[in-house]
Structure formats: C-alpha cells, structure tokens
C-alpha cells in the first residue's frame, strides 16, 4: 500500500510560481516512478510531468515545458513539481500519482495510487 499526499496549491497571480509538493509513503516508494497530472471541471484529467525513480529521467507535457521542473528527494520520499510563468489555464486540481516501474506513462490509469489532489488557481 502507498499513501500520495499533496500540498502547496494556493491563489497566484498570472506570471507568478508555486512549488506542488507530493509526500509519499508505503512500500517501495522510493523505487516507483511519480507522476502529476491536473483536472478541471468537466474535463479528463491530463498528465503534467512524470519522474522516473532517481530522478535520471523526466517527462512534460507540451503546454508546461520551459514552465515547470519536477524533481524529487528520495531521502525525504517526496516529489516536487516547481511551476513558472503561471497563466490562467493552469488553473486546475493538481494530483500526484505514482506507479511501479520506469516507464513515465502519460495515460493516467498506468499510475495505481493517487492522492487527494491541491487546487491551483490563477487569477489574470
């Protein structure tokens, strides 16, 4: 069993920052991969980045490259999705997932443990 908890979301300017971080915890957590994806009202959830297990390989979705860093310090279990130059659109419910293995899938129903998710909301 794994636990996701989520933090750091929180009311921000267009063009401002926030760091989303996700504490992990359970079994193994340190090798599994994680990822963070966002939803809003009445659309699927999509993938954001993804982080393989020692943080030698990420993965961004198009519309946060050059925007966003994931990183993660395992000896704290904890992944961090540091965001730039926020725009309006990015407003959303932000969750971390993670899954077993390596692979930095996009498809949110590779990753098996999710947490609660941390609102993001960017005011223009």
């Known amino acids: 069993q794994v636990q996701v908890v989520e933090s750091g979301g929180g009311l921000v300017q267009a063009g401002g920052s926030l760091r989303l971080s996700c504490a992990a915890s359970g079994r193994s957590v340190s090798s599994r991969t994680m990822g963070w994806f966002r939803q809003t009202p009445g659309k699927e959830r999509e993938f954001v980045a993804a982080?393989?297990?020692?943080?030698?390989?990420?993965h961004y979705a198009d519309f946060v490259k050059g925007r966003c860093t994931i990183s993660r310090d395992n000896a704290k279990n904890t992944v961090y999705l540091q965001m730039n130059g926020l725009k309006p659109e990015d407003t959303a419910v932000y969750y971390c997932?993670?899954?077993?293995?390596?692979?930095?899938?996009?498809?949110?129903?590779?990753?098996?443990?999710w947490g609660q998710g941390t609102q993001v909301t960017v005011s223009s």
């Open positions: 982080i393989n297990w020692d943080g030698g390989f990420t």
């Open positions: 997932a993670t899954r077993r293995g390596s692979s930095l899938y996009q498809e949110a129903d590779k990753y098996d443990y």
